[in-house]
């Protein structure tokens, strides 16, 4: 079986008869407290039956994020950029501009109220993501995300090409996925990127992949489609934009 074969055995679409997921993108950059406070007030929504499931793609100011498992000794830069602390799942992470953040806000009740298995849907986005553009990420089962092979390196080398962080309140998701496209990848360099020490961190420019976010955009909105189901674009969320 090929690889997005492979992924999109993964289905997690949800039950007959829901509504199609928002699909929402925001040119510019978007502040990372604003960003959450519309997530938090969207996912309570969603849990009360009150707002559509939502995918929400962005870009963020250069930050540190540190999730519910960050150690302390991983930020090592704490003077670089500002420094979130988040109630999402895993560790340090940087987001900047040129990463393509998506916030995704989806009730696992119409779904399946299964973690592990929502997290195997999110890498296997990725994963069908990524090979779009022939590029092969794959899974490990000791670390969260996505990872690709760097022969050129060494022969045991890899690089993480994309983080996973998430959050469940009464079964309606929020945090998401974040995808290398062309960050600054020397920003990483301020923490240990979620907890991993032995491998370091790529994106596509760096594998040669020329790419624009809004061709990344086209390509990923496919990939969602075959494995949460069914779209419709909607206006972004009206937040101040941050200075760039």
Not at 122 to 133: C, N, Q, Y
Request: hydrophobic share 45%.
């Amino acid at each position: 079986m090929s690889n997005l074969r492979d992924s999109l055995a993964v289905q997690f679409h949800a039950v007959p008869g829901a509504e199609p997921v928002e699909w929402a993108i925001t040119d510019g950059l978007v502040g990372y407290e604003q960003a959450v406070a519309f997530m938090e007030a969207r996912a309570e929504a969603i849990a009360a039956g009150q707002a559509r499931e939502m995918v929400w793609l962005l870009e963020h100011p250069p930050l540190y994020t540190a999730g519910t498992s960050a150690d302390a000794a991983d930020l090592v830069d704490p003077d670089r950029f500002p420094v979130h602390q988040t109630g999402r799942g895993g560790q340090y992470t940087y987001h900047g501009p040129g990463q393509r953040v998506a916030y995704v806000m989806l009730d696992l009740r119409r779904r399946a109220p299964d973690l592990r298995r929502y997290v195997a849907a999110l890498e296997a986005w990725i994963i069908a993501s990524l090979d779009g553009f022939n590029i092969r990420g794959e899974r490990r089962e000791d670390r969260v995300g996505v990872w690709v092979r760097r022969p050129d390196k060494g022969e045991t080398a890899e690089d993480k090409i994309a983080a996973i962080g998430i959050r469940v309140r009464r079964w309606a998701t929020f945090h998401g996925i974040s995808l290398n496209v062309e960050p600054d990848l020397s920003h990483f360099s301020g923490i240990v990127p979620c907890g991993v020490t032995e491998h370091g961190v790529t994106s596509l420019v760096d594998l040669g992949i020329p790419v624009t976010l809004p061709e990344v955009d086209a390509v990923m909105r496919t990939a969602f489609e075959e494995i949460f189901g069914p779209t419709i674009r909607v206006e972004a969320p009206l937040l101040p934009r941050h200075a760039a």
